[in-house]
C-alpha cells in the first residue's frame, strides 16, 4: 500500500506543476527547492518499499519504519490536495470580493495586486508545511538503510476481460454428506410436532455456504418446500433485519417498499400469517450468537410453521448447533489434497493448453497439499495461478517464505497473503479498504468504485478523465483473483453486485486493524467515542436502531472516510459541528450505505461543512428531516459525488452549486419538495449522472435550471428524467440544448406530472436534435412507478 501511496503523491506533484506552468505562476525559491526536495526523497525511496511491505509480516521494526512513512505520506497527500484546491479555486473564483468603497478605476489594480499577494501567502504557507514533513522524511529515509531493504521488481498492472470470471460452480468431495442432507430434509417429523433444525458445522472457508447453496438449490428440495428462505445472520446479530428479509422472501410486496421499519412483533405475526398452510425451509447462513434469548422471539415464530417444515444452520460454532436445539448436527471435514487440487486447477488452466497442464500437474499438486483441505483457499490459489505459465512460476508459489509464517491466526491467511503480495500494488488499497464494509455485505461494484476515487486510489494521469473505466478493470482483476464471489451480473456478462467471503473480510481486517476500524454505537446516550490510541483513517459506525450519532469522537485528526451504518437514528447539526471540525481531512462521508434501510438520517449540515476541503464523496441519502444544504457546501471543490436521494422534505439546492466543477454524480430524485433546480446546474460539465432535474421550458430564465441548459453537459451518462415547469414551450429553448453534442446519454424521460406545459411531442423532440443512440420518452408516471 505504501509503494501505491507515494506513487500517488509524485504524480500529484507533476500534476500540480503543470498546473503552476499552465496558469504562468512562479514558485517561491524557497518553495521550488523544497518541492525539489520531496520529490528526490519519495523516489529514492519508493524503490525498496516492495521489499518493505513484504517483510513487515514478521519483522516488527521493518512495519514500524512503514508505518512512519505512510504517515509522513498521508500528510504530504493531504498538503498537496490542499495546494490543488487552492489551484482549482483560482479557476471558478478569480477575482476576489473587495470593498465596493473602492473605486472603480482602481478595483481591478487592486484585485490583481492582492490576489497575487495571497497566492505568494498560500504558497508559502504550503512551502512550510512541506519542509517539516521534508524533515521527517529524512529521517524515514536514513533509517531505512537499518533494514538493509532491497529493490524487488513489482507486478504490472494487465487488464482482464470479464469472461475471464469464473465461480467455481461444480460441488467437489460433498456428495455424500450432500446426500445425507437433502434426506433429512424431505424425510421425518419430530416426535412433538415441533420445527426441526439441522445445523452444518465447520471452520471458516471450509466450504458451509456453499454446500447449503447446493442444497438450497436441490430440485428435490425446492418441489418439495412450498417456501425456501434464505438468511445470512453473520456475526452482528439483529431480530428485526432478520425477520424483515425473512418475511420479503415470504412475499415480497409486504415490506420492499417500505419507507421506515416496523415493530419486530407486528413482523413476526405477519411471518406466523404466511407460514401456517405452507411448508417452508429456511436456511440460516453463518450464524454466530448462542445467546438463546437473542433467538426465542424468532423460534417461538417458526414453531407456527407447517408440519414437515425445517430450518437448516450454517455456523462455525458447535455451541451455535446445540443452542438453536438442532435435531442432528453435520461436521464439515477438510476435503483431501486430490479434491483441492480439482479446485485449484479449474481455476488455473481456464483456457489453457493441456500441454501446459502437463508440465505444471506435479507442482500443481504440491501446492494443492497447501491448502490445509479448504476450498477457499484452493480457490484463492487457483485465481493466483491464473497468469503464472512457466514451472519457476509455480516454484516461487510452492517454495514461498510465507507458508512457514506463524503469525497468521488462520491457516486460510497464508494463501490470500500470497495472492495479496501477487497483486499490482496500486490494486491493494483498493482491496484492503474494502475491510470498511460489514461483513457479508453485498456491494455495487460502481459504488465501490465511486469510493475508490474519492481516495484517489485510480489517479494516475493515464487514467484522468477515465477513473471509473480504470476502476472496472481493477474490480474485474480482484474478482478474477477470487476475492469477489457470489456474483450478479448484467446480460453482457459485467459484474453487478457481489460480496467477499467472511474469511476474506477476516483477513482484510488482519492487515488493517490499525488503519479501519468500526464502532458500536448501542446507547441513547450521549455517547463520547475515543480513538486516540489508534491511526484510524477509515471508520464505520453502527448505530443501533434508534440511537443516535456520537456527540463527540476523540481522535480523528487524520480521518479519511466516514461511514455510518443505522435504522431509525439520527444524526443531529450538533454532533457533525463537533465531528467536522475535528476531521478536517475527510474524502468521504457515507451516511446511507448499502440500502434505505440502513440509513442514518441527516437532521441538518453546519456550516462547518466548508472546513472539509478535501471532500470528495457525501451521501445523505433519505435524510427525510433535512430542509437545505447551506451555501457553504458550494466551496467544497473536490466534490465529485453528492447523493441526495429519497431526502423528501429537502426544499431548495444552493444557488451556488455551479462552482462544483468536479461533480461527476448529482442524484435528487426524491427530493419531492424541491421547486426548482438552480441555473448553476449548466455549469456543472464534469457531470456524469444527474438523475433527475426541473426544467424551465418557457425560456432561458436567469435563475432557474431551464432545458437549454444541458447543452454543455454533454458528459451524461445513464437516463435522465426532466420534470417540465413552464406556462409557454419554447422550441427556441429546446434547440439551445443541442442534444446532439450528447454521444453517452441513453434516454431522456419527459415527465409531465400534469403541471407543465402542453407539449406537441413530434416538434419538440425534432427541436431537442437529440443524436441518434438517445431515446426521448414521455411520460405521466413518476420515475420511482416505472
Request: hydrophobic fraction near 40%; glycine fraction near 6%.
Amino acid at each position: 500500500m505504501a509503494e501505491a501511496l507515494v506513487s500517488s503523491i509524485l504524480e500529484q506533484l507533476t500534476a500540480i506543476t503543470i498546473e503552476h506552468a499552465r496558469q504562468e505562476l512562479k514558485l517561491v525559491t524557497d518553495v521550488e527547492k523544497e518541492v525539489e526536495k520531496l520529490d528526490s526523497t519519495l523516489k529514492a525511496i519508493r524503490g525498496i518499499l516492495e521489499d518493505a511491505e513484504q517483510r513487515q509480516i514478521v519483522e516488527k521494526n521493518v512495519k514500524g519504519w512503514l508505518e512512519k512513512l505512510k504517515e509522513a505520506s498521508y500528510d504530504v497527500e493531504d498538503v498537496l490536495d490542499e495546494w490543488s484546491t487552492a489551484l482549482s479555486k483560482l479557476q471558478t473564483d478569480p477575482e476576489l470580493d473587495v470593498s465596493a468603497s473602492i473605486p472603480k478605476r482602481m478595483k481591478t489594480s487592486f484585485v490583481s495586486w492582492v490576489s497575487s499577494f495571497l497566492q505568494v501567502f498560500r504558497r508559502r504557507d504550503i512551502g512550510s508545511k512541506i519542509k517539516a514533513i521534508n524533515e521527517r522524511l529524512d529521517e524515514i529515509a536514513k533509517a531505512k538503510d537499518r533494514y538493509h531493504l532491497t529493490k524487488r521488481e513489482t507486478k504490472q498492472f494487465r487488464r482482464v476481460e470479464s469472461t475471464s470470471f469464473i465461480d467455481v460452480s461444480k460441488l467437489h468431495g460433498r456428495d455424500e454428506i450432500k446426500k445425507e442432507i437433502v434426506e433429512k430434509l424431505l424425510n421425518g417429523t419430530s416426535d412433538d410436532g415441533c420445527i426441526q433444525t439441522i445445523s452444518l458445522v465447520g471452520m471458516g472457508g471450509i466450504g458451509k455456504t456453499t454446500l447449503a447453496k447446493y442444497i438450497f438449490n436441490d430440485h428435490q428440495v425446492r418441489a418439495h418446500f412450498n417456501n425456501a428462505i434464505w438468511v445470512c445472520v453473520s456475526d452482528h446479530f439483529d431480530r428485526n433485519k432478520i425477520a424483515v428479509a425473512i418475511l420479503r422472501h415470504l412475499d415480497r410486496g409486504s415490506v420492499t417498499n417500505l419507507q421506515k421499519p416496523i415493530p419486530l412483533q407486528d413482523i413476526l405475526i405477519k411471518i406466523c400469517e404466511k407460514i401456517r398452510s405452507a411448508k417452508f425451509l429456511l436456511v440460516l447462513d453463518d450464524v454466530w450468537t448462542d445467546r438463546d434469548e437473542d433467538w426465542e422471539p424468532l423460534k417461538a415464530a417458526f414453531q407456527q410453521g407447517m408440519s414437515g417444515s425445517k430450518i437448516l444452520v450454517t455456523t462455525r460454532k458447535e455451541s451455535v448447533a446445540m443452542g438453536m436445539g438442532s435435531s442432528q448436527v453435520f461436521h464439515l471435514e477438510e476435503l483431501s489434497d486430490e479434491v483441492c487440487w480439482l479446485i485449484l486447477s479449474q481455476l488455473a488452466f481456464m483456457g489453457k493448453e493441456n500441454e501446459l497442464r502437463e508440465n505444471l500437474e506435479g507442482i500443481g499438486q504440491e501446492i494443492a497439499k497447501k491448502c490445509k483441505g479448504l476450498p477457499l483457499a484452493a480457490k484463492t490459489l487457483g485465481g493466483l495461478l491464473q497468469e503464472k505459465n512457466t514451472r519457476n512460476e509455480w516454484q516461487i508459489i510452492l517454495n514461498s517464505e510465507i507458508w512457514k509464517l506463524n503469525v497468521a491466526q488462520q491457516d486460510i491467511f497464508r494463501p490470500l497473503l500470497l495472492s495479496y503480495y501477487d497483486l499490482p500494488s496500486q490494486i491493494r488499497p483498493c482491496l484492503l479498504y474494502c475491510a470498511i464494509f460489514p461483513k457479508d455485505f453485498v456491494f455495487w461494484s460502481t459504488e465501490l468504485i465511486k469510493h475508490w476515487m474519492a481516495h484517489g486510489y485510480l489517479n494516475t494521469k493515464e487514467n484522468f478523465g477515465m477513473e471509473e473505466k480504470k476502476g472496472g478493470e481493477y474490480f474485474n482483476y480482484l474478482a478474477c483473483c477470487s476475492f469477489f464471489q457470489d456474483f450478479d451480473k448484467d446480460e453482457d456478462g459485467n459484474i453487478i453486485k457481489c460480496k467477499m467471503h467472511d474469511m476474506v473480510h477476516d483477513f482484510l481486517q488482519y492487515l488493517t486493524k490499525e488503519e479501519i476500524v468500526s464502532v458500536e454505537v448501542d446507547s441513547s446516550e450521549n455517547v463520547r467515542l475515543d480513538l486516540s490510541s489508534k491511526k484510524t483513517h477509515h471508520l464505520r459506525v453502527n448505530i443501533a436502531k434508534g440511537d443516535q450519532f456520537p456527540v463527540s469522537i476523540e481522535g480523528i485528526e487524520k480521518l479519511r472516510s466516514l461511514v455510518a451504518v443505522g435504522e431509525e437514528c439520527d444524526v443531529t447539526g450538533e454532533a457533525l459541528q463537533a465531528f467536522f471540525k475535528g476531521a478536517k481531512f475527510l474524502r468521504l462521508l457515507d451516511f446511507c450505505m448499502g440500502n434505505e434501510c440502513s440509513c442514518a438520517n441527516v437532521k441538518e449540515i453546519p456550516d462547518e461543512i466548508g472546513m472539509l476541503i478535501h471532500l470528495r464523496y457525501l451521501n445523505l441519502s433519505c435524510s427525510e428531516t433535512l430542509k437545505e444544504l447551506p451555501e457553504v457546501v458550494c466551496e467544497l471543490h473536490n466534490l465529485q459525488y453528492l447523493d441526495l436521494f429519497g431526502c423528501i422534505n429537502l426544499e431548495k439546492l444552493p444557488e451556488g452549486i455551479g462552482k462544483l466543477i468536479k461533480l461527476r454524480y448529482l442524484r435528487t430524485d426524491g427530493c419531492e419538495s424541491l421547486q426548482y433546480y438552480p441555473k448553476g446546474i449548466g455549469r456543472l460539465t464534469s457531470l456524469r449522472e444527474l438523475t433527475r432535474v426541473i426544467a424551465r421550458v418557457d425560456g432561458n430564465d436567469a435563475k432557474e435550471f431551464s432545458v437549454g441548459d444541458l447543452e454543455n453537459l454533454n458528459l451524461l451518462r445513464g437516463t435522465l428524467w426532466i420534470e417540465p415547469v413552464g406556462n409557454v414551450l419554447d422550441v427556441e429553448e429546446a434547440k439551445r440544448a443541442k442534444l446532439h453534442k450528447n454521444e453517452h446519454l441513453n434516454c431522456l424521460v419527459i415527465f409531465n406530472k400534469g403541471r407543465g406545459p402542453s407539449v406537441r411531442r413530434e416538434d419538440y423532440i425534432q427541436a431537442l436534435n437529440a443524436p441518434p443512440g438517445l431515446t426521448i420518452e414521455f411520460s405521466m408516471l413518476p420515475f420511482q412507478e416505472i
